[in-house]
């Protein structure tokens, strides 16, 4: 059974950092890229980041384009995002999820139930 | 990075069908077969309901059907169910690692 559990979130003021880590088990996670999808409190998904297989590709969504970094461990079957500067508008439900890709992004086929992060001061 | 456009809302009846469109640009929905859609129920995480733009995933009722024309993508549900009653997404591959979602629909079965 896959599984994805989130962890790092929390309060945290404007203007600090934070890193969301996901621990992925039930299938071979160095086979498939990984993604990070948030929602505001009310709102839409939003993807955040993207990462193939090899780490060989990266994408991020303007809005934390050059804040938020994202990584992946294939040996510890994990996979981070590491936000800087935050912000209010950073305020959400962050998901881990897995592609049905390992290179090209297809589909998010599984997702975890997410880890909130407020950011306040 | 222009979120896809979704009408806001919609309904049916019990045994209807609706139909939810998605419009992007060439340079997402136009310009690669990577649509896919998502139902999420409230406090829920989202599910997977159609992928490859009109490809189901094991355990999703044929009911649902997915589509492509130019630069907008559809899901059809039909015969539908008062389960159905839920926020549904769009999301397009659109280059460079790039991924947009839609603004989402709620579905209401009347």
């Known amino acids: 059974e896959v599984q994805l559990v989130e962890s790092g979130g929390g309060l945290v003021q404007p203007g600090r950092s934070l890193r969301l880590s996901c621990a992925a088990s039930g299938f071979t996670f160095d086979d498939y890229a990984m993604h990070w999808v948030r929602q505001a409190p009310g709102k839409g998904l939003e993807w955040v980041s993207g990462i193939s297989w090899n780490s060989g590709s990266i994408g991020y969504a303007d809005s934390v384009k050059g804040r938020f970094t994202i990584s992946r461990d294939n040996a510890k079957n994990s996979l981070y995002l590491q936000m800087n500067s935050l912000r209010a508008e950073d305020t959400a439900l962050y998901y881990c999820?897995?592609?049905?890709?390992?290179?090209?992004?297809?589909?998010?086929?599984?997702w975890g139930q997410g880890t909130l992060v407020t950011v306040s001061s | 990075q222009s979120a896809l456009t979704q009408p806001r809302s919609v309904s049916g009846s019990p045994g209807q069908s609706v139909t939810i469109s998605c419009t992007g640009t060439s340079s997402d929905v136009g310009g690669y077969n990577y649509v896919s859609w998502y139902q999420q129920h409230p406090g829920k995480a989202p599910k997977l309901m159609i992928y490859d733009v009109s490809k189901r995933p094991s355990g999703v009722p044929d009911r649902f059907s997915g589509s492509k024309s130019g630069n907008t993508a559809s899901l059809t549900i039909s015969g539908l169910q008062a389960e159905d009653e839920a926020d549904y997404y769009c999301?397009?591959?659109?280059?460079?690692?790039?991924?947009?979602f839609g603004g989402g629909t709620k579905l209401t079965v009347l």
């Open positions: 999820a897995k592609d049905l890709g390992s290179t090209t992004v297809r589909a998010i086929d599984y």
């Open positions: 999301c397009s591959y659109a280059g460079s690692y790039d991924v947009v």
